[in-house]
């Protein structure tokens, strides 16, 4: 850009810019050229911040609600203590709980649900689970060993009608064989909490002091796994295989690994995915909206044949002739680019506040039926670094070949024919 800058090339790209031209409609294309431009790249910035907000809250809801990795026992133990010590000793991992995972059904009033079941540890959980946070009713600590307190999601209280205080049946997947026949195992809990994060999970998950999981189970004080979490949530997988083989837990019973990309790495998949092909729609826009530049360059082309030539019979190079036309179209790029990320930074910054306002003129929600009731954004600088650096280089390559062209014309031909 710095070796093909001429101060006379630049002045006479200005000057047709501003010139009051004969042909209105090369203008108007021109504006058209720098408009869609503005649009697209806006747009793009708009999209991208909006799917990263939305990925940014499901990282946090679901993720923080499902365990980054668990180890999980080849047989049950009681040395959770102990294997929490040694797990927290290292800086990736941010925290270790003991879990007990189990699958039944919940009943109530006539009523049948299906659910998944975690034993956990009360003070323990709130450091490697949101769970806390979204509380609606009760809290985490009112889960006692011994009293068998359920804490369930509210879409599962929705469903059976159960609130605070309401005893409920959990039923095991396991018969006992009696005199009377084989029966199914169950068990009364009480609803001492009601959760709702906003996802798919409220209607899945519900949670027991891992004392009273390990009483159903007729495994008093042990339990089955040790759920981490860790510091950077993508390396999760790794490192959960890495301790399952570490010799500082060699002394115990062993342990297999399961993480978070067995149970949702298709759904954040699915996302990336999502985004990726709306970012290459909305590149074809732009890239529509740059090759118009082609269009109105070489209408320009065609209009200033005369001076062209002018300027050719006064010594000027074809060189010369094209740079004038490259920052021709670079000025309609770099403004239409510049607009476009002014616009699409304010909205991508503004847009849930925006969203929030038109909800409360018209009394609507919008977003009522996703896992989040407001619009969220996150405006990340490489996104926006990556759409200005494409428009441009979108913009430069639309213009090379109407600078050739220009820098093609004879001079004695087009004033042969010049009026």
């Given at each position: 850009?710095?070796?093909?800058?001429?101060?006379?090339?630049?002045?006479?790209?200005?000057?047709?810019?501003?010139?009051?031209?004969?042909?209105?409609?090369?203008?108007?294309?021109?504006?058209?050229?720098?408009?869609?431009?503005?649009?697209?790249?806006?747009?793009?910035?708009?999209?991208?911040?909006?799917?990263?907000?939305?990925?940014?809250?499901?990282?946090?809801?679901?993720?923080?609600?499902?365990?980054?990795?668990?180890?999980?026992?080849?047989?049950?133990?009681?040395?959770?203590?102990?294997?929490?010590?040694?797990?927290?000793?290292?800086?990736?991992?941010?925290?270790?709980?003991?879990?007990?995972?189990?699958?039944?059904?919940?009943?109530?009033?006539?009523?049948?649900?299906?659910?998944?079941?975690?034993?956990?540890?009360?003070?323990?959980?709130?450091?490697?689970?949101?769970?806390?946070?979204?509380?609606?009713?009760?809290?985490?600590?009112?889960?006692?060993?011994?009293?068998?307190?359920?804490?369930?999601?509210?879409?599962?209280?929705?469903?059976?009608?159960?609130?605070?205080?309401?005893?409920?049946?959990?039923?095991?997947?396991?018969?006992?064989?009696?005199?009377?026949?084989?029966?199914?195992?169950?068990?009364?809990?009480?609803?001492?909490?009601?959760?709702?994060?906003?996802?798919?999970?409220?209607?899945?998950?519900?949670?027991?002091?891992?004392?009273?999981?390990?009483?159903?189970?007729?495994?008093?004080?042990?339990?089955?796994?040790?759920?981490?979490?860790?510091?950077?949530?993508?390396?999760?997988?790794?490192?959960?295989?890495?301790?399952?083989?570490?010799?500082?837990?060699?002394?115990?019973?062993?342990?297999?690994?399961?993480?978070?990309?067995?149970?949702?790495?298709?759904?954040?998949?699915?996302?990336?995915?999502?985004?990726?092909?709306?970012?290459?729609?909305?590149?074809?826009?732009?890239?529509?909206?740059?090759?118009?530049?082609?269009?109105?360059?070489?209408?320009?082309?065609?209009?200033?044949?005369?001076?062209?030539?002018?300027?050719r019979t006064l010594g000027s190079s074809p060189y010369f002739i094209?740079?004038?036309?490259?920052?021709?179209?670079?000025?309609?790029?770099?403004?239409?680019?510049?607009?476009?990320?002014?616009?699409?930074?304010?909205?991508?910054?503004?847009?849930?506040?925006?969203?929030?306002w038109i909800e409360r003129f018209f009394s609507t929600e919008l977003?009522?039926?996703?896992?989040?009731?407001?619009?969220?954004?996150?405006?990340?600088?490489?996104?926006?670094?990556?759409?200005?650096?494409?428009?441009?280089?979108?913009?430069?390559?639309?213009?090379?070949?109407?600078?050739?062209?220009?820098?093609?014309?004879?001079?004695?031909?087009?004033?042969?024919?010049?009026?």
């Amino acid at each position: 850009m710095l070796a093909m800058f001429n101060p006379l090339t630049f002045n006479i790209a200005l000057r047709y810019m501003g010139a009051k031209r004969q042909n209105h409609f090369i203008s108007f294309i021109s504006l058209i050229s720098m408009l869609g431009l503005m649009l697209g790249v806006a747009v793009l910035i708009l999209v991208l911040s909006v799917m990263n907000g939305f990925g940014r809250e499901l990282e946090r809801r679901v993720l923080g609600m499902v365990p980054h990795a668990v180890l999980n026992g080849y047989a049950p133990f009681s040395e959770w203590q102990e294997i929490k010590e040694i797990l927290e000793a290292d800086l990736e991992v941010e925290a270790a709980a003991p879990l007990t995972e189990l699958q039944g059904m919940l009943s109530y009033g006539g009523l049948v649900t299906g659910l998944y079941v975690s034993g956990v540890d009360p003070i323990a959980e709130q450091q490697v689970s949101i769970v806390g946070d979204f509380l609606t009713v009760g809290e985490l600590s009112n889960l006692k060993a011994g009293e068998f307190g359920l804490v369930v999601g509210a879409t599962l209280a929705s469903r059976l009608g159960v609130g605070l205080g309401d005893k409920v049946t959990f039923v095991l997947p396991e018969a006992t064989v009696t005199p009377a026949g084989v029966i199914p195992r169950f068990k009364r809990f009480e609803v001492v909490g009601v959760f709702k994060v906003g996802a798919e999970i409220d209607g899945l998950m519900a949670y027991i002091h891992w004392q009273d999981a390990a009483k159903l189970l007729r495994q008093p004080g042990q339990i089955s796994g040790m759920r981490l979490r860790f510091n950077d949530l993508f390396q999760a997988p790794k490192m959960v295989r890495d301790w399952a083989r570490d010799e500082r837990l060699s002394g115990f019973n062993g342990f297999y690994p399961s993480d978070w990309t067995q149970t949702h790495g298709t759904l954040f998949q699915a996302i990336k995915m999502e985004k990726t092909m709306i970012a290459l729609l909305l590149t074809l826009i732009m890239a529509v909206a740059s090759f118009n530049i082609v269009s109105s360059l070489m209408m320009l082309v065609h209009e200033k044949t005369g001076d062209i030539a002018i300027l050719r019979t006064l010594g000027s190079s074809p060189y010369f002739i094209r740079k004038v036309f490259l920052w021709q179209g670079l000025i309609i790029g770099v403004l239409g680019t510049t607009l476009g990320a002014v616009l699409g930074t304010v909205l991508a910054l503004t847009v849930s506040d925006l969203v929030a306002w038109i909800e409360r003129f018209f009394s609507t929600e919008l977003f009522n039926a996703y896992f989040i009731n407001y619009l969220p954004s996150e405006l990340r600088l490489f996104d926006v670094v990556l759409i200005v650096s494409t428009a441009l280089i979108l913009s430069f390559l639309a213009t090379l070949y109407p600078a050739h062209r220009a820098a093609m014309v004879p001079p004695a031909q087009a004033l042969r024919y010049e009026n």
